[in-house]
């Protein structure tokens, strides 16, 4: 089983930046998955979910900035980030969970990705 994030990077404030995440080694089609993001010192938190069948779920923080969605013929889960700010500066993690789920409880995951670094600065 794996989880294969990328796209991270530094960008300006006011930026986009868009994450992949593949998986292999599972069903992805039974799956729902989110973003969490974790900056230093802090603990990590979820940024938004989407089930399987594509209903997208978003912390407050950034609803009408970040998209997520999924390519099930690709296996691959995608969060598109616009208008960046510098309190989005983390490592983001992609994570899977069975079934048609929503959670931004990190122990109800079962599988993780090694986390992709965003840095928002000018």
């Known amino acids: 089983v794996q989880l294969q994030a990328s796209g991270g990077g530094l960008v300006q404030p006011g930026g986009s930046l868009r994450l992949s995440c593949v998986a292999s080694g599972f069903d992805f089609d039974d799956y729902s998955f989110a973003w969490f993001r974790q900056a230093p010192g802090k603990e990590r938190t979820g940024v938004s979910c989407?089930?399987?069948?594509?209903?997208?779920y978003y912390r407050d923080s950034v609803e009408g900035r970040f998209t997520i969605s999924r390519d099930d013929a690709k296996n691959t889960v995608y969060l598109q980030m616009n208008d960046l700010k510098p309190e989005d500066t983390a490592v983001y993690y992609c994570?899977?969970?069975?079934?048609?789920?929503?959670?931004?409880?990190?122990?109800?995951?079962?599988?993780w990705g090694q986390g992709t670094l965003v840095t928002v600065s000018s």
């Open positions: 989407i089930n399987a069948h594509e209903t997208p």
């Open positions: 994570a899977a969970i069975y079934g048609l789920r929503y959670s931004f409880t990190v122990n109800d995951y079962d599988y």
